[in-house]
Nanobody, 131 residues
Framework: HVQLVESGGGSVEAGGSLRLSCATSGYSYDLNCMAWFRQAPGQEREAVAAIYTGDGSTHYSYSVKGRFTISQDSAKNTLYLMMNSLKPEDSAMYYC?????????????????????????WGQGTQVTVS
């Protein structure tokens, strides 16, 4: 069955870095949208970064652009989120997600704006705390 398992979260001081990983199994995401979302207590889940696996194109939220990098290692079936220059407002539960729909022509922007409702495969989340 399909599994997405995040790791790499933790506590870090402001200005520090973390790399989140999302190991996937049970499905091959070769022409799909994948994304990282985050949710802080009392707030709605928001997209942070998205990637179209067909061509590797990416898109970021305004709040993390230039600081975060989403990438995929297809050989390892792993999605990454490299987070640099972390700020306290980045503190949240981070989730990786994938849309199992095959998308022949897509883009990172298309994947980012699809909305979390279109992502059917989710990990359990990993906590990031920045102080």
């Amino acid at each position: 069955h399909v599994q997405l398992v995040e790791s790499g979260g933790g506590s870090v001081e402001a200005g520090g870095s973390l790399r989140l990983s999302c190991a996937t199994s049970g499905y091959s995401y070769d022409l799909n949208c994948m994304a990282w979302f985050r949710q802080a207590p009392g707030q709605e889940r928001e997209a942070v970064a998205a990637i179209y696996t067909g061509d590797g194109s990416t898109h970021y939220s305004y709040s993390v652009k230039g600081r975060f990098t989403i990438s995929q290692d297809s050989a390892k079936n792993t999605l990454y989120l490299m987070m640099n220059s972390l700020k306290p407002e980045d503190s949240a539960m981070y989730y990786c997600a994938a849309d199992p729909s095959r998308i022949i022509v897509g883009s990172g922007s298309y994947c980012y704006h699809r909305g979390h409702q279109r992502y059917d495969h989710w990990g359990q989340g990993t906590q990031v705390t920045v102080s």
